[in-house]
């Protein structure tokens, strides 16, 4: 017999997940005697929501007002700016924000340099820059800043070793202090194997999480990059649990919008997932477009919500 490992995985992470979320109600209603208790996964999937975000490039628009007034007449509530785009114009984006139904969700990028380069000085101006990005994120309310620890472009870099790791944690506890202090996250983002080697999978970014023990130091989710990377979106999504903190989506194939892949473009998997955490952050669009915007996004955003109400 021929056993399909990705769809053994993920109904298996599917049984062990609703063991874990339910499984003391279970017991206790059984010991009691009074009836069947609520579960508790039930309450987080009840309170999760599909709030979605895009970056600025993705919706149709000359300006950011023309992107905004698209983005609100479609439902979209996240706004994701890219933090050299945040640092050079943020009075721009506090006026165009103002009075509407959008806020900003997180901060994609924008830092000089790399954390885990060899040369102080280059580690030196990612702190730098990051330090700027937190506080500027603190101020629009953002979710939390992402980083990612090296590119694999990005030369010389330090040896994948235990003691990298431990330099990486006490880097990112510092940097997620000043996040907490700020109102906001510092948040990890793994990447395929193509562009990053350190950190590729979601539940190895939530076990530096979870190292680190800082409430403003999180995770996320790449929909394109787990695509490479994961055998169950569901699976990674719960492996993360209260780490993650948002998720990007594009389509399956060319990193295009949803839906602009076909078949290949299915994320009810992955949002059972986020449904079974309660997940109520952002899910943002990062991605290309093959075909005319002004049809393509909205077809992408009912693709996700269709498929949300599926999961």
């Known amino acids: 017999m021929t056993i399909d490992r990705r769809k053994f995985l993920m109904t298996s992470l599917a049984g062990s997940a609703a063991m874990v979320i339910g499984g003391?109600?279970?017991?206790?209603?059984?010991?009691?005697?009074?009836?069947?208790?609520?579960?508790?996964?039930?309450?987080?999937?009840?309170?999760?929501?599909?709030?979605?975000?895009?970056?600025?490039?993705?919706?149709?628009?000359?300006?950011l007002q023309e992107k905004f007034d698209f983005m609100e007449a479609h439902g979209?509530?996240?706004?994701?700016?890219h933090g050299k785009a945040l640092l050079a114009r943020k009075q721009e984006m506090k006026e165009a924000l103002r009075g509407r139904n959008i806020k900003v969700s997180a901060v994609c990028a924008g830092f000089d340099g790399f954390i885990l380069s060899t040369d102080p000085a280059i580690r030196k101006q990612c702190r730098d820059t990051m330090t700027e990005l937190i506080i500027a994120a603190g101020e629009l309310g953002s979710t939390g800043v992402i980083i990612v620890p090296a590119f694999n472009r990005q030369v010389?870099?330090?040896?994948?070793?235990?003691?990298?790791?431990?330099?990486?944690?006490?880097?990112?506890?510092?940097?997620?202090?000043?996040?907490?202090?700020?109102?906001?996250?510092?948040?990890?983002e793994p990447l395929n194997r193509k562009e990053a080697f350190y950190l590729r999978q979601v539940g190895d970014a939530a076990s530096i999480c979870r190292d680190i023990n800082n409430a403003g130091v999180k995770c996320m989710g790449d929909f394109w990059h787990m695509t490479w990377e994961e055998n169950s979106d569901m699976g990674a999504f719960v492996s993360a649990g209260e780490q993650l903190q948002h998720v990007h989506v594009a389509s399956r194939k060319r990193r295009s919008m949803p839906g602009e892949d076909g078949e290949a473009d299915n994320y009810v998997n992955g949002f059972k997932g986020l449904k079974m955490l309660g997940?109520?952050?952002?899910?943002?669009?990062?991605c290309g477009c093959q075909g005319v915007r002004e049809v393509v996004v909205p077809a992408a955003l009912e693709l996700l919500r269709k498929q949300w109400n599926e999961a």
Not at 29 to 45: F, R
Not at 76 to 81: A, L, Q, T
Not at 177 to 185: I, K, R
Not at 279 to 286: A, G, I, Q, W
């Open 156 to 188: 010389p870099v330090m040896p994948h070793t235990q003691e990298t790791r431990d330099f990486l944690c006490e880097q990112f506890a510092e940097m997620g202090t000043l996040a907490h202090e700020h109102g906001t996250t510092v948040i990890l």
């Open 24 to 63: 003391c109600n279970s017991f206790a209603s059984s010991k009691t005697g009074q009836g069947p208790v609520p579960a508790k996964g039930k309450d987080l999937a009840a309170k999760a929501k599909l709030n979605i975000s895009f970056q600025e490039g993705t919706a149709p628009g000359k300006t």
């Open 76 to 81: 979209v509530v996240g706004f994701e700016p």
């Open 279 to 286: 997940y109520d952050k952002y899910v943002s669009f990062e």
